[in-house]
Each structure stands twice: as structure tokens, then as C-alpha cells.
């Protein structure tokens, strides 16, 4: 599609007063302005940036993780649970999937119900861009909206392309994460103008740093990667890899312990079920006790792991010298290791942002608003908040046609 690019400030919109403007030119933005324009809607999508869905360029390493197959409403993060079941129920990840085939795209399914596109981020964007295209939607780029007002039935919008007005507005203008790619907190200014109150927000899925100690610990360890299950303080669990870096904890399953962590909050890492530290130990004791107790260990964690434990424990090394406090003290090491974060990397490396838009004040069905008629808030926005792997794309997908439908 030929947007107009952010250079094209002369070029005004063809139709400067829609039946629906569409704020946020990413994954939902596109997404519902195709749904909306499908049904004869004159639609114009406008964003500051000067490329549409940076987000899904560059999700999944570019390779875009465009949803998941194991979507759930209890996959999310919201202060009412149950508002993301109607979106979600009503389009899957199928309904997604059966978009991209009618494009001749393809995809493949990783561990934990991820599907990657085989022909990548840019391909996912096309097709969204086609569609739109090709019903009838205009995208513009390059523009700042200063101010949104509601008059006689019709939102009016002071923009840097000149005044603008429509019945429908959806505002699908992302959260606070990755501020590098144009993440601001327009969504939330403009919802707390027109009423709405807003959850709390803070960084999810990120990495965790540390201080002190642990921060050195840690460092040295850095690019060392091993399977765990996180525990967060709300007994959240998570079986995933996790890796250390020169500020902290990262990969998977830190991220995912991230969006349910607050500030000073332990977290529980279990290398190893405690049943089988204690068993195997015990076991070797008795029948290899001569077998070096690094030895075994370095079978499950990874050689620079493993020394680090034990330069920590202070254990011997030999089995036989190991006492029952001795297995009890590496068992609790190996199977529930508390740390304490000093804090997230923030919004810089977010991936997302937990919080948003309250959902009492919004239809579960259309996610328009319940105090002002005619505007709709989609996406990452909303206080609905995915767990990694997906999910925050099929959210997007989901409550974008919700509106789409409706708008």
C-alpha cells in the first residue's frame, strides 16, 4: 500500500470527515480499520510515526510471533479476568491464520503453542496493509493529532494535517512500552480527558536487574542460559529458560515472572525438583561416594552455573562428605532459590505494558466506551495484558475486530 509518509505534510486525507478515525497504525490499529472499512465504513488511519507496526516488525526477533494456539483468557493479566473472553472467543487464532492463507503466507509452530510466520515480520504487515487497501481505508503517517474534542455527535481533531472529524473514533495507540519506536501515553491522556480512569501501569515482560552482590554474581555469569520454574510471590509459575545478563535475570520465564512482579517482591527459582536433588544425592552417596558432587550436578546446569553454586554453598565436593544438612542446603539451593529484583529494565525493553484503559468502562463486546458513545479502545491500551509467546497479538487481532465489527 502507498501510505503517505511522514515527508507529505501538504497532502491532506481525501476524506477529511470519515464515518471513523482510526489512531495507531500498529498490529490493532490496521486490524480494525480493515474490519470497519470492510462493512462500507470510510475509514482513515493516522499515526505520528513514519512507518505503520513497528511492533510487529520487530516481534519474535523479526520473524514474527503472530499468535498462539494455547490462547486463553487465563493467559492475560487484567483487573477483571473476565473481559478479554467475549474478543477472544468471538476471533482465534484460526479466524488469524485463515487471514494470512488467503495471502499465501505460511507458519510454524515453536514450543508452547508459539506460531512464527515463515515469511517474517514484513510479510504480516503487507497483508494487513493490502487489506486495508483494498477496502477502501486510507493510512496516513507522519501525523501528530494535538487535540480531540466531541461536538454535535462527531469527535473533531486538531492535527498537524488540519481539522478532521468523525463519528467512530478508535484509539489503538499502544502503551508505554519501547518509547524508541514512538511509544508515548497518548492513549491514556485522551481517555482520562473523555472520563476513563486508568489501571496503573508498569513494565511487563522484561528483564530484571539487581544490585550489589547478586548484580556481580550475575555478570559474571552473563550469556549463560538453563531451563527453570520462576515462582512470583502470587504463586504464578512459569517453566521456561532463563538467562543471566550483565544487569540481571532475562530470558523467558524472567520475563514472564516480570509482568506479575512488584517492586520488592521475591521471586523463587527451582533448577531442579527438590524430590530429585534429595533422592539422587542421597542415592550417590550410598552407591558412588566417591563421585565428585559437581559432577553430578553439571549432568542438569551448565559448568559456569554449577561453580558458581558451589563457590556460594561452600560445600565439599566429594558425596560422601555430604552430611544430611549438607543435601537439605543444596536441595533448597537447587529447588527454591529467592532473590530479590531491585527493579525492571522499564519501559526501554519492555515488551509490554500491564495496565491501561479500566475495562468497567468498557463494552467486553464492541470495547467501546460506556461514557462517551462512539469511541473504542483497542490493543495494549487496554488493561488486558498477555503473557509471552503471542498473546498480546491475538489480543490485538481480537479486540480489534470486536470494534472493527462495530465502529
Not at 479466524?95 to 499465501?104: L, Q, T, V
Not at 559456569?304 to 553454586?309: K, P, Q
Request: net charge neutral; proline share 4%; charged share 20%.
Amino acid at each position: 500500500m502507498s501510505a503517505v509518509g511522514s515527508n507529505s505534510g501538504e497532502i491532506l486525507p481525501k476524506r477529511l470527515n470519515p464515518d471513523v478515525i482510526v489512531l495507531g497504525a500498529g498490529a490493532a490499529g490496521l486490524f480494525s480499520a480493515i474490519e470497519s472499512a470492510r462493512r462500507g465504513r470510510s475509514v482513515l488511519v493516522l499515526d505520528h510515526a513514519s512507518k505503520p507496526a513497528e511492533k510487529i516488525r520487530i516481534s519474535g526477533g523479526g520473524r514474527c510471533n503472530f499468535t498462539n494456539l494455547e490462547t486463553h483468557p487465563s493467559r492475560f493479566i487484567s483487573q477483571n479476568p473476565h473481559f478479554a473472553k467475549s474478543a477472544l472467543a468471538r476471533f482465534t487464532p484460526w479466524d488469524f491464520i485463515e487471514r494470512m492463507s488467503a495471502h499465501n503466507l505460511t507458519w510454524h509452530e515453536k514450543t508452547l503453542g508459539q506460531l512464527f510466520c515463515d515469511q517474517k515480520s514484513p510479510a504480516i504487515i503487507q497483508f494487513l496493509l493490502d487489506d486495508l487497501e483494498a477496502a477502501g481505508g486510507e493510512l496516513h503517517l507522519g501525523v501528530s493529532v494535538s487535540s480531540v474534542s466531541k461536538t454535535d455527535g462527531r469527535f473533531q481533531l486538531e492535527t498537524s494535517k488540519g481539522h478532521l472529524s468523525c463519528q467512530s473514533l478508535i484509539i489503538a495507540t499502544g502503551g508505554l512500552s519501547i518509547p524508541k519506536i514512538g511509544a508515548s501515553g497518548f492513549g491514556y491522556d485522551l481517555a482520562k480527558q473523555f472520563g476513563h480512569s486508568i489501571v496503573e501501569t508498569r513494565p511487563g515482560l522484561v528483564p530484571f536487574t539487581f544490585s550489589g552482590d547478586l548484580k556481580d554474581r550475575f555478570a559474571a555469569l552473563s550469556g549463560v542460559a538453563t531451563p527453570v520454574t520462576v515462582t512470583t510471590e502470587d504463586k504464578t509459575r512459569f517453566s521456561e529458560a532463563m538467562l543471566f545478563t550483565h544487569r540481571g535475570l532475562s530470558g523467558p520465564a524472567m520475563l514472564q515472572a516480570s509482568s506479575y512482579w512488584q517492586p520488592g517482591e521475591d521471586i523463587s527459582i527451582e533448577y531442579l525438583p527438590a524430590e530429585r536433588v534429595r533422592s539422587e544425592l542421597s542415592d550417590a552417596r550410598d552407591k558412588t561416594p566417591k563421585k565428585r558432587v559437581t559432577d553430578w550436578l553439571v549432568e542438569y546446569l551448565p559448568g559456569r552455573l554449577t561453580a558458581d553454586i558451589f563457590d556460594e554453598t561452600g560445600l565439599r565436593n566429594l558425596v560422601a562428605t555430604l552430611s544430611n544438612a549438607d543435601i537439605d542446603q543444596l536441595t533448597k539451593r537447587l529447588s527454591a532459590h529467592s532473590v530479590t529484583p531491585t527493579a525492571t529494565e522499564g519501559y526501554r525493553t519492555a515488551e509490554v505494558t500491564v495496565g491501561g484503559v479500566n475495562t468497567d468502562e468498557l463494552s467486553s463486546k464492541t470495547m467501546e466506551s460506556k461514557l462517551c458513545p462512539g469511541l473504542y479502545f483497542i490493543g495494549e491500551v487496554v488493561d488486558v495484558t498477555g503473557w509471552l509467546g503471542g498473546y498480546n497479538f491475538q489480543w490485538a487481532w481480537a479486540s480489534a475486530h470486536a470494534a472493527g465489527k462495530i465502529a
